[in-house]
């Protein structure tokens, strides 16, 4: 939770108190309440916006999938997957190659 362990809040907790005192602090929690629950209605209201305009391609879209670093992790990922799918079907044999001094066949009607 944002790099902030069980000793750190307990810290705030302890300051907060001595700052505002046993009867403001109830009040300063549901204020951050309230914010908070504002602030996650207004990112959700965002995502869906976004799904909307972008249409029904992106309907799984989340906000965090639009982190770079969330980005390049699944494009390589879906890369290296590939790339074993290519390692494990067969080899497409084509012409054999040119032996020294062989002339490549010439199609006059291609070029």
């Given at each position: 939770m944002f790099g902030v362990g069980l000793m750190e809040l307990a810290v705030i907790a302890l300051v907060a108190?001595?700052?505002f005192g046993p009867d403001k602090l109830p009040e300063f929690a549901k204020q951050a309440g309230a914010v908070l629950r504002k602030a996650r209605s207004f990112a959700n209201s965002a995502r869906d916006d976004l799904r909307e305009e972008l249409g029904p391609e992106f309907a799984d879209l989340e906000l965090r999938d639009l982190d770079p670093r969330t980005i390049v992790r699944k494009h390589i990922i879906?890369?290296?997957e590939d790339a074993g799918e290519e390692a494990d079907r067969p080899k497409r044999r084509g012409a054999a190659p040119l032996a020294d001094g062989e002339v490549p066949p010439y199609d006059v009607d291609a070029t």
């Open positions: 108190m001595f700052m879906e890369a290296m």
